[in-house]
């Protein structure tokens, strides 16, 4: 069974870029997370898709960060613009079901920005 | 709020000690799950262990061991004879919610098996 697929894997970009990161769940995964990684820090979510409806989005910073799942399969997060603070891993995660509880996260390898 | 602490940053042992990671943390909810995860270099979070809050169970699986501790608010995970492989970064994460919300994570502990 293919994992949580991410592109790009490293991005590179001055501030006020925009960028934009994809993600494609496993086949069949309703739900899928998006997750910021600070280097030394632990991931912390930004925003929880359920199918294509937004469960989550408490943490995002909506003012530069947006995010779809348009049919409730693949994601696209974009970062417009960018600055300095948002050098990070970008982790994409999904489960079969919404509730943690009982569904196990599988994560992607997740795209590393840097800005410059 | 939810609060999940990994005071050790980093630790480094020796090939074959026995290695104990520390978590601890913090919630109003009385039904929510802890986990741990490991990252390799490689990047990819890797699920070990859930928990619920009403099973206080040690848990043993081959090397590792989690002592989940209710009345400290700990989730403590013990690696048994070290090896190479094990080398990661850690991270407890808690659920809140009946394990509806998404995980809130530790800030991780950095291991260092060395030969």
């Not at chain 1, 496993?26 to 600070?38: D, E, F, R, V």
């Not at chain 2, 913090?26 to 990252?39: C, I, V």
């Not at chain 2, 994460?93 to 809130?104: I, V």
């Amino acid at each position: 069974e293919a994992g949580v697929a991410q592109s790009p894997r490293y991005k590179i970009i001055e501030k006020r870029q925009s960028v934009a990161f994809w993600c494609n769940p496993i086949s069949g995964h309703a739900t899928l997370y998006w997750y910021q990684q600070i280097l030394g820090q632990g991931p912390k979510l930004l925003i929880q898709f359920q199918n294509n409806g937004v469960v989550d989005d408490s943490q995002l910073p909506k003012d530069r960060f947006s995010a779809e799942r348009l049919k409730g399969v693949d994601s696209t997060l974009k970062i417009q613009p960018a600055k300095l603070e948002d050098s990070a891993v970008y982790l994409c995660a999904s489960s079969q079901g919404e509730f943690i509880a009982y569904n196990e996260q599988f994560f992607g390898p997740g795209t590393r920005l840097t800005v410059l | 709020a939810q609060k999940v602490t990994q005071a050790q940053t980093e630790i480094s042992v020796v090939e074959k000690e026995d290695v104990t990671l520390d978590c601890v943390y913090e919630t109003r909810d009385t039904t929510y799950y802890l986990f741990w995860y490991k990252q390799p270099p490689s990047g990819e979070l890797v699920f070990l262990i859930r928990r619920n809050s009403f099973d206080e169970q040690n848990e043993i699986s081959g090397r590792y061991s989690w002592n989940f501790q209710k009345s400290t608010s700990s989730f403590n995970f013990t690696i048994t004879a070290s090896q190479v492989v094990d080398s990661a970064v850690y991270f407890c994460a808690l659920s809140e919610d009946t394990g509806r919300r998404a995980l809130t994570f530790g800030s991780g502990t950095r291991l260092q098996v060395q030969p």
